[in-house]
Nanobody
Framework: QVQLVESGGGLVQAGGSLRLSCAASGRTFSTSRMAWFRQAPGKEREFVASITIIGGTTTYSDSVKGRFTITRDNTNNTAYLQMNSLKPEDTAVYYC???????????WGQGTHVTVSS
């Protein structure tokens, strides 16, 4: 019903910045929330940030608060994650997710790799 495609990942040195994009397509008219998660090698998936489609209310994990900013463009169903002051521990595969009704996330993208070197 909803397809998500992430882009913008790559290699960056510690202290640098990257901007990830998540383009949603399909039946997105009832989308409630978009979010970013990440999974580092050998670790569990963790929540990074979310934003409500109506109102633009944001939530961040403590590990990224003050460094990352999530935004959305409702005209083209795209969410962004601006990542500043990157640290090696930010290295992970970053996934975009969409919640249709709120609560659990119903659709997931394939992920984009972010590698931060020291």
């Amino acid at each position: 019903q909803v397809q998500l495609v992430e882009s913008g990942g790559g290699l960056v040195q510690a202290g640098g910045s990257l901007r990830l994009s998540c383009a949603a397509s399909g039946r997105t008219f009832s989308t409630s929330r978009m979010a970013w998660f990440r999974q580092a090698p050998g670790k569990e998936r963790e929540f990074v940030a979310s934003i409500t489609i109506i109102g633009g209310t944001t939530t961040y994990s403590d590990s990224v608060k003050g460094r990352f900013t999530i935004t959305r463009d409702n005209t083209n169903n795209t969410a962004y994650l601006q990542m500043n002051s990157l640290k090696p521990e930010d290295t992970a595969v970053y996934y975009c997710a969409v919640s249709i009704w709120g609560g659990k996330y119903d659709y997931w993208g394939q992920g984009t790799h972010v590698t931060v070197s020291s």
